[in-house]
C-alpha cells in the first residue's frame, strides 16, 4: 500500500525557495579576487538567481539537461550559478581550476560544457585551451573590470547579463532523480571520471549534515566556505547554509593562513571546512602570532585526509577550537562519516577520547558502510581487521558520467571505495591506507602512475618509481625512485622538474629524487611500492 504523502521533489529549487522565505535577512559575505568585500542578503542572492535563470534560458539558449561550466573561486555569485543552472534544469559543472590544462581541457570536453562562467583572474588559463574546446558557445566573465581584455571568444560581463534581465521567473518542475551538479574525480590513475548528482542526493546530503550529531549547524552560525566551490561541490554547504540559516563566508582566492585567520576575525566566523592543509598552516600562523582576542570560532570540519591527532590537541589545547574529523570521496557527495563523541565516551581518558576522534567517524544516518576482506568475507567489527571500504546510500554513486566503471561497484549494489579501513563495535571507521597508490598533496590528488610514467619518457630514465612522503606542511608529497639507462651518466633533479613541468602543474611535480640502481619489484614484476615506502620509513632511501 502506497502511503498518502504529497509527492514533493527534492530539489535545489526547495532549497532556494525556504532559504529565501524563512532565512531572507541571512548575509553571503564575499572576500572577492582584488580584495574587496561584498555583503548581501539570502533575499538579494535569490532575486539574482532569477535574473540569472531567465540569462541562461532567454539569452544563453541553455535548456534541461544542458551542461554549464564554472571556473571559479568561492563567492556570491558562484553560490549564484549553483542555484539557477540547477534551478532550471540544467547541470551546473565545476571544474577543478588546479588541473593540468590537458585535464580541463579533457573535462570540458567530455561533459560538453555550452558555457562556462569563468573569474576574470582565471581567463588566462582558459586562453590556452580555448581553441581546443568544442562545445562552448559563450564565456561568461566573473568579478571582471569594464576594460577587461582577453582572447576568448563570445564573452559576457555577468553583471551586464543579469542588469538586461527580469526578477520575475517561475522554476519549472523538476525531477527530484535528475541531475543538478557534476564535478570531476581526480583521482584516478586514468582521465578524470564525471560524478553526476542528483537533487535528490544533494538535498538530503546538505539537510543531514545540519544535524547535531554530524556537521552541527544552525540559525546561529557563521560559516567560512574553505573547500573550494570546483571541490565536491564545497562539500554541499551552499546548500546546507540555506537549509540551517547559516550566514555564509566565501574567501575566494584568499586561501593563505594569514588571510584565513583575517577574515574570521572580521567575520566572527564560527564553523568553517577545510582539507589538514589549511589547518594546519592557520595551526601554526596562530602559534607564531597569537590573535589578540579569542577567535569566534567553535569547530572546524576536516576532511579529504586524515587530521593528524597533534593537530586536533593543539588546537583545542592553545585556542579552544575543535577539530571534527569527516572522510567522504568525491563519489560520495562527499560527506559519508564524522567522528564526535557520545555521552558513553565520558568516562574515558583524554588519550583514549583522542583516539576516537582521530577516526573518521560514524556513517551519516542515509549512508551504509562494510568492510570486505581480501578473502570476500566481511571483516568483524573489532577495530582491527582490515579489508577495503565499501559504502551505499542516498548520495552515493551508482555509475560514473559516460564511464563504464563496473569495477568500482558490486553486483549486490555496492560501492568500493579502495580506501583500506577498520570498523570498530560502536560503527567508528578508521582508514589504514589506500588501496590505490595515489598522493594527496595540500587536499589535490597526484597520480604516482601518470608521474612515473612520464619520467620513464625521459631518454636517459629506465625506471621510475613515485610514492608518498609525509610532509609538514602539504601532509603528503611525492619522492621519485629513478633508475638510469646508463648508471654513469649525469641528471639533475632541476633537470627532471623542468622535464615534468611540460605535463605537470608545479605542485604535482616532485622535488625529492633517489638514484637506485633497482626499484624493488613484487613477486609479478610490479613496483613494490609497499617495500619502497618501508625502506624510505627506515631511512634506507
Ligand atoms: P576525493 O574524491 O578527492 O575527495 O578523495 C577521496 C579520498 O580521500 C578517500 O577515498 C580517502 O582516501 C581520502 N580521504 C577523505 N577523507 C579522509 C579522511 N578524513 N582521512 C583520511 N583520508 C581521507
Same mark, same amino acid.
Given at each position: 500500500m502506497e502511503g498518502l504523502m504529497m509527492d514533493y521533489p527534492l530539489t535545489t529549487n526547495t532549497i532556494l525557495e525556504y532559504g529565501n522565505s524563512v532565512y531572507h535577512h541571512k548575509k553571503i559575505i564575499s572576500h572577492l579576487p582584488d580584495g574587496t568585500r561584498h555583503e548581501y542578503r539570502f533575499g538579494d542572492m535569490y532575486k539574482r538567481c532569477k535574473r540569472l535563470a531567465n540569462a541562461l534560458v532567454h539569452k544563453l539558449g541553455i535548456t534541461n539537461g544542458n551542461m554549464v561550466g564554472t571556473f571559479a573561486w568561492n563567492h556570491g555569485p558562484h553560490v549564484e550559478l549553483y542555484y539557477a543552472i540547477s534551478g532550471i534544469g540544467a547541470v551546473c559543472q565545476t571544474i577543478n581550476i588546479r588541473l593540468s590544462s590537458h585535464q580541463i581541457e579533457y573535462i570540458i570536453n567530455n561533459s560538453e560544457d555550452k558555457v562556462i562562467f569563468v573569474d576574470a583572474t582565471l581567463v588566462p588559463l582558459l586562453e590556452k585551451i580555448a581553441p581546443l574546446l568544442e562545445t562552448v558557445e559563450y564565456y561568461i566573465l566573473l568579478n571582471a573590470p569594464k576594460d577587461f581584455t582577453t582572447t576568448l571568444p563570445n564573452t559576457l560581463h555577468y553583471e551586464d547579463l543579469l542588469a538586461e534581465q527580469s526578477e520575475d521567473f517561475e522554476w519549472p518542475k523538476l525531477n527530484e532523480n535528475d541531475a543538478c551538479g557534476m564535478c570531476y574525480t581526480s583521482g584516478t590513475t586514468g582521465l578524470p571520471k564525471g560524478v553526476l548528482y542528483s537533487h535528490r542526493s544533494t538535498f538530503l546530503h546538505a539537510s543531514t549534515i545540519i544535524s547535531p550529531n554530524a556537521g552541527n549547524f544552525s540559525n546561529s552560525d557563521t560559516v567560512l566556505l574553505i573547500v573550494p566551490q570546483f571541490h565536491v561541490m564545497a562539500w554541499g554547504f551552499p546548500y546546507l547554509c540555506l537549509l540551517s540559516g547559516s550566514n555564509m563566508v566565501l574567501p575566494s582566492s584568499h586561501l593563505q593562513p594569514d588571510s584565513i585567520i583575517k577574515i574570521l576575525q572580521e567575520e566572527k566566523v564560527t564553523k568553517a571546512n577545510g582539507v589538514p592543509t589549511i589547518w594546519l598552516g592557520v595551526y601554526h600562523a596562530m602559534k607564531m602570532n597569537p590573535p589578540k582576542d579569542k577567535l569566534a570560532l567553535e569547530e572546524y570540519l576536516v576532511g579529504g585526509s586524515a587530521l593528524p591527532k597533534s593537530l586536533i590537541e593543539g588546537f583545542e589545547k592553545d585556542f579552544g577550537i575543535k577539530g571534527v574529523q569527516a572522510w567522504g570521496m568525491t563519489e560520495t557527495s562527499p560527506l559519508g562519516t564524522v567522528s564526535r563523541l557520545q555521552p558513553k565516551h565520558a568516562h574515558l581518558s583524554a588519550s583514549e577520547k583522542m583516539d576516537i576522534r582521530a577516526k573518521q567517524g560514524l556513517a551519516f544516518p542515509g549512508v551504509e558502510l562494510r568492510i570486505v576482506m581480501e578473502d570476500g568475507t566481511l571483516a568483524p567489527t573489532d577495530g582491527k581487521s582490515m579489508g577495503e571500504l565499501h559504502i551505499k546510500g542516498a548520495w552515493t554513486i551508482q555509475a560514473y558520467f559516460k564511464t563504464n566503471n563496473s569495477e568500482s561497484f558490486t553486483e549486490d549494489g555496492w560501492f568500493k571505495t579502495g580506501d583500506v579501513c577498520t570498523l570498530d563495535e560502536d560503527g567508528y571507521m578508521e582508514i589504514k591506507d589506500r588501496t590505490k597508490d595515489l598522493i594527496k598533496s595540500g587536499g589535490e590528488w597526484i597520480s604516482s602512475v601518470a608521474l612515473e610514467s612520464a619520467l620513464m619518457a625521459?631518454? @636517459?630514465? @629506465?625506471e621510475a618509481a613515485v610514492i608518498a612522503i609525509p610532509d609538514a606542511k602539504w601532509v603528503e608529497k611525492p619522492l621519485a625512485l629513478i633508475v638510469l639507462v646508463n648508471q654513469n651518466d649525469e641528471i639533475s633533479d632541476g633537470e627532471l622538474i623542468e622535464f615534468l613541468s611540460r605535463d605537470f602543474v608545479n605542485y604535482q611535480i616532485p622535488k625529492n629524487y633517489v638514484y637506485v640502481h633497482e626499484v624493488p619489484k613484487t613477486s609479478v614484476g610490479k613496483f613494490d611500492k609497499k617495500e619502497i615506502r618501508r625502506l624510505f620509513a627506515e631511512g634506507v632511501l
Amino acid at each position: 500500500m502506497e502511503g498518502l504523502m504529497m509527492d514533493y521533489p527534492l530539489t535545489t529549487n526547495t532549497i532556494l525557495e525556504y532559504g529565501n522565505s524563512v532565512y531572507h535577512h541571512k548575509k553571503i559575505i564575499s572576500h572577492l579576487p582584488d580584495g574587496t568585500r561584498h555583503e548581501y542578503r539570502f533575499g538579494d542572492m535569490y532575486k539574482r538567481c532569477k535574473r540569472l535563470a531567465n540569462a541562461l534560458v532567454h539569452k544563453l539558449g541553455i535548456t534541461n539537461g544542458n551542461m554549464v561550466g564554472t571556473f571559479a573561486w568561492n563567492h556570491g555569485p558562484h553560490v549564484e550559478l549553483y542555484y539557477a543552472i540547477s534551478g532550471i534544469g540544467a547541470v551546473c559543472q565545476t571544474i577543478n581550476i588546479r588541473l593540468s590544462s590537458h585535464q580541463i581541457e579533457y573535462i570540458i570536453n567530455n561533459s560538453e560544457d555550452k558555457v562556462i562562467f569563468v573569474d576574470a583572474t582565471l581567463v588566462p588559463l582558459l586562453e590556452k585551451i580555448a581553441p581546443l574546446l568544442e562545445t562552448v558557445e559563450y564565456y561568461i566573465l566573473l568579478n571582471a573590470p569594464k576594460d577587461f581584455t582577453t582572447t576568448l571568444p563570445n564573452t559576457l560581463h555577468y553583471e551586464d547579463l543579469l542588469a538586461e534581465q527580469s526578477e520575475d521567473f517561475e522554476w519549472p518542475k523538476l525531477n527530484e532523480n535528475d541531475a543538478c551538479g557534476m564535478c570531476y574525480t581526480s583521482g584516478t590513475t586514468g582521465l578524470p571520471k564525471g560524478v553526476l548528482y542528483s537533487h535528490r542526493s544533494t538535498f538530503l546530503h546538505a539537510s543531514t549534515i545540519i544535524s547535531p550529531n554530524a556537521g552541527n549547524f544552525s540559525n546561529s552560525d557563521t560559516v567560512l566556505l574553505i573547500v573550494p566551490q570546483f571541490h565536491v561541490m564545497a562539500w554541499g554547504f551552499p546548500y546546507l547554509c540555506l537549509l540551517s540559516g547559516s550566514n555564509m563566508v566565501l574567501p575566494s582566492s584568499h586561501l593563505q593562513p594569514d588571510s584565513i585567520i583575517k577574515i574570521l576575525q572580521e567575520e566572527k566566523v564560527t564553523k568553517a571546512n577545510g582539507v589538514p592543509t589549511i589547518w594546519l598552516g592557520v595551526y601554526h600562523a596562530m602559534k607564531m602570532n597569537p590573535p589578540k582576542d579569542k577567535l569566534a570560532l567553535e569547530e572546524y570540519l576536516v576532511g579529504g585526509s586524515a587530521l593528524p591527532k597533534s593537530l586536533i590537541e593543539g588546537f583545542e589545547k592553545d585556542f579552544g577550537i575543535k577539530g571534527v574529523q569527516a572522510w567522504g570521496m568525491t563519489e560520495t557527495s562527499p560527506l559519508g562519516t564524522v567522528s564526535r563523541l557520545q555521552p558513553k565516551h565520558a568516562h574515558l581518558s583524554a588519550s583514549e577520547k583522542m583516539d576516537i576522534r582521530a577516526k573518521q567517524g560514524l556513517a551519516f544516518p542515509g549512508v551504509e558502510l562494510r568492510i570486505v576482506m581480501e578473502d570476500g568475507t566481511l571483516a568483524p567489527t573489532d577495530g582491527k581487521s582490515m579489508g577495503e571500504l565499501h559504502i551505499k546510500g542516498a548520495w552515493t554513486i551508482q555509475a560514473y558520467f559516460k564511464t563504464n566503471n563496473s569495477e568500482s561497484f558490486t553486483e549486490d549494489g555496492w560501492f568500493k571505495t579502495g580506501d583500506v579501513c577498520t570498523l570498530d563495535e560502536d560503527g567508528y571507521m578508521e582508514i589504514k591506507d589506500r588501496t590505490k597508490d595515489l598522493i594527496k598533496s595540500g587536499g589535490e590528488w597526484i597520480s604516482s602512475v601518470a608521474l612515473e610514467s612520464a619520467l620513464m619518457a625521459h631518454p @636517459k630514465i @629506465k625506471e621510475a618509481a613515485v610514492i608518498a612522503i609525509p610532509d609538514a606542511k602539504w601532509v603528503e608529497k611525492p619522492l621519485a625512485l629513478i633508475v638510469l639507462v646508463n648508471q654513469n651518466d649525469e641528471i639533475s633533479d632541476g633537470e627532471l622538474i623542468e622535464f615534468l613541468s611540460r605535463d605537470f602543474v608545479n605542485y604535482q611535480i616532485p622535488k625529492n629524487y633517489v638514484y637506485v640502481h633497482e626499484v624493488p619489484k613484487t613477486s609479478v614484476g610490479k613496483f613494490d611500492k609497499k617495500e619502497i615506502r618501508r625502506l624510505f620509513a627506515e631511512g634506507v632511501l
